[in-house]
Structure formats: C-alpha cells, structure tokens
C-alpha cells in the first residue's frame, strides 16, 4: 500500500473521506429505520457506502501506522483510529441484515430488534468517528495554534513597525531554514512549541526506537511530540534538556 500520494502523506487524505463518509451512512441508517418509504430507493446507497467506508477505515488505520513511523505516534488518535475498524465492520453487517430482512417486509421481535441494534451502532459509529476526527486534529493542531496565539514577549513587541513587517527575526533566534540545515540522524534538530533541540544524542536512546525522532529531524515536530507526550511531565523535561534555542 502507497504511504503518500501526489507527494503528500496518504493518510489524511483517506482519514478525511472515512470520517465525513461514515457518520453520514450511519445516519442515513436511522432515517430509513424511521422512514419505510424511503428504504427502496436509498437502501442500497447508504448500505454500499458503510462498505466503502469500512474500507476506507482500515486504510486509514494502516496508512496512520506508516505515517507514525515518520512523524511520530498521536497515541490517542491512533487508539479511536484502531476502535473505529471493527465498529464500522460491524455496522455494515447488522445494516446488511436489517436492510434484508426490510425489504423482505419481516415484522415483530426480530424486525425491532435489528432497528434498535442499527440506531445503536450507528450512535456509536458516530461517537467514535467524531473522537477520531478531533484526536487527530488536536494532535496536529493544538500546539501550533497555542504557540501562533500566544502574546508576543515585551522586547519583541516593541520591535520598531519597519523590522517587523520586513520579517526580520530578533537577533540570534534561529529560524525554520536553519532547522532544515539539520535533517540528517547525525545532525538532527527540530522545533517543538516554538523552540529548537537538538536531538542527535536522543536518536539512541527514544524507548519510542528512533523511528519518531529521525522523523523530526530538519522539521516542525510539534505535532507528533504533542500527540505522543501531551500533558505528560518527564518527556517534557527530558526535551528541555536538548534546548538550542527559540525559534524566530
């Protein structure tokens, strides 16, 4: 399986389709439990797009875990990512047997048994979608606003008008050109919530391997540091350790 596609990371890519395709089935799921008249002409629809959303799932799931190896592991996203695989699959097959057994016209036990089961796990289908769609969003977002949010310092804000729409960095702040100059699992140094480490000692010694950190190398590793150590004391401490410098 392809881990990028037109030069971009395919896992986004796929992630996006499967959380905006699925709670949409699932809720075509409860229309049609509560509007008979409408299973005919849009059963098969919503019944063939909770397959490919399934599909669509697993390769997220997959093409997360290759990206992982990359940029590092967002834990939580990863764990609503593994749950969401099995719920859609089984959503998909207790909707195939409702639609089945509907269009053969069966009532009683059986009948509201299978619409109560269908409401139910297209609820959770739902829930667990919306969990795996805000996970991976904090997880690549979360730091980056708060750091583009947070005030400027004193010194800075009272740089003169013209430094400042020139672009000019603050003396000695090192910039995301010279982040890239390090790139290398020789030479490795990356920017996380505003500052540079150098984490070419870290490589060897990540209990994570060094997969997540070479991945931060020469880069804004925000993301995948905050996704993995979020809220966690010792990770933090440990990457002060490595400290070079702000980023301006």
Known sequence: MPDTIGGLPLHPLVVHA???LLPLCALGLIVLVFVPKWRRTYGWLVI???AVSVVFAWVAKETGENLANVVGLPSEHAEWGDRLVPISALLFVVAAIWFWFARKGTTGAASTLLNIAGIALALLTIGVTVLVGHSGAEAAWKAKYAAATQPLPAATAAASPAASSAGTAAAGAITMADV???ASASDCWSA??????DLTQWISQHPGGSGPI?????KDGTAGFEGQHAGQGRPAQELATFLVGPLG
Request: hydrophobic share 45%.
């Open 18 to 20: 499967a959380v905006v």
């Open 48 to 50: 063939g797009g909770l």
């Open 180 to 182: 890239a100059k390090h």
């Open 192 to 197: 996380v919530s505003g500052n540079v480490y």
């Open 214 to 218: 070479v991945g931060m190398c020469g």
